[in-house]
């Protein structure tokens, strides 16, 4: 019987592994270290860029966000058939504004992760009923599928439905993480970027306690390149 021909192991092949993973990681601790070095600073870190969003709102209008228009937004993932944490996340984005009532130049932004059922009559009504109706409030359905692969695949949350057997009750129907992120909408000479991500007891790495938010966003309005310019 013929013996079995094994495949041979270039060594090179596993030398150039090694260096890609080892690689992987210095960028990765670059990068915790440079987010760290701009928290101590108190500048706000630019997370990641984001990509222009166009979808339903809750007053029946194509609402257009993160397009160049200077604005700051803190933006939740939710569903609003689910009012207690809906709510939960609502108020932790109020509490954040607070501090800059009447600065029109921050908008709240709820975006439904169940755009099938908070349909834009839907999430009208939840903001009717809980007195979320200035103009700086934008709930957001749309279609289920975009809309999750969109806040997925930008803010990192998430929206999968959950088995059965994880669910607490009735509306606890989706994977959801209670953070509340900032976005710089960008300008004319730059993209918008995320800012800031805030969950309350879970700072670690990107992420911050809700009290970091009113740092970061008193930062960004003193360098809107509008106010520059005056």
């Known amino acids: ?113 169940a755009p099938d059922l908070d349909t834009p009559e839907f999430l009208n009504s939840f903001a009717q009923e809980h007195g979320y109706t200035g103009e700086e409030w934008i709930f957001l359905s749309g279609n289920r599928e975009r809309m999750r692969k969109y806040m997925n695949k930008t803010f990192r949350y998430p929206g999968h439905v959950k088995p059965d057997k994880e669910r607490k009750s009735e509306t606890d129907l989706y994977a959801r993480e209670l953070r509340v992120t900032l976005v710089h909408g960008g300008s004319e000479e730059k993209e918008a970027f995320i800012r800031g991500i805030y969950w309350e007891g879970r700072a670690k790495g990107e992420v911050r306690n809700d009290g970091m938010a009113e740092g970061h966003i008193r930062y960004l309005l003193g360098k809107r390149p509008s106010e520059q310019a005056e």
């Open 1 to 113: 019987m013929s013996e079995k021909i094994r495949p041979r192991i270039n060594p090179w092949s596993i030398w150039v592994l090694i260096a890609v993973m080892c690689g992987g990681i210095l960028i990765t601790f670059s990068w915790l270290r440079t987010l760290e070095r701009q928290f101590s600073e108190g500048k706000p870190p630019e997370v990641r860029p984001v990509e222009r969003l166009r979808s339903d709102d809750h007053r029946g209008k194509q609402a257009e966000l993160f397009n160049g228009d200077d604005l700051l937004y803190l933006v939740g993932y939710f569903y609003a058939g689910d009012e207690v944490e809906a709510l939960a996340v609502c108020r932790r984005m109020q509490a954040m504004r607070e501090p800059f009532a009447g600065e029109p130049g921050i908008k709240l932004v709820g975006v439904s992760m």
